[in-house]
């Protein structure tokens, strides 16, 4: 059944993230994605929901070690 342009589009709330997840597909990403994940620990544990923004510059700044951390060691390895 389809919807009219006058009916409300139906949507849930994630209540690890707070965020609106509006059809399947948003919803079951969302449901599968770290930051989700993340959020649920944080849950758990008593603390409050971390931004995607926030999850997003975390993840950029672990991506960025994690490569130094490699190339030290490929260079340690060249004997340099």
Same mark, same amino acid.
């Given at each position: 059944?389809?919807?009219?342009?006058? =009916? @409300?589009? @139906?949507?849930?709330?994630?209540?690890?993230?707070?965020?609106?997840?509006?059809? /399947? /597909? =948003?919803? /079951?990403?969302?449901?599968?994605?770290?930051w989700h994940r993340v959020n649920l620990k944080r849950k758990v544990s008593g603390m409050p929901p971390m931004k995607l923004a926030e999850f997003e510059e975390r993840m950029d700044i672990l991506k960025l070690q994690q490569k130094q951390q490699q190339d030290q060691e490929a260079k340690n390895a060249r004997g340099y």
């Open positions: 059944m389809e919807q009219s342009a006058d =009916e @409300p589009v @139906p949507f849930l709330t994630c209540m690890a993230c707070c965020v609106k997840l509006v059809g /399947t /597909t =948003e919803r /079951t990403e969302h449901y599968r994605s770290d």
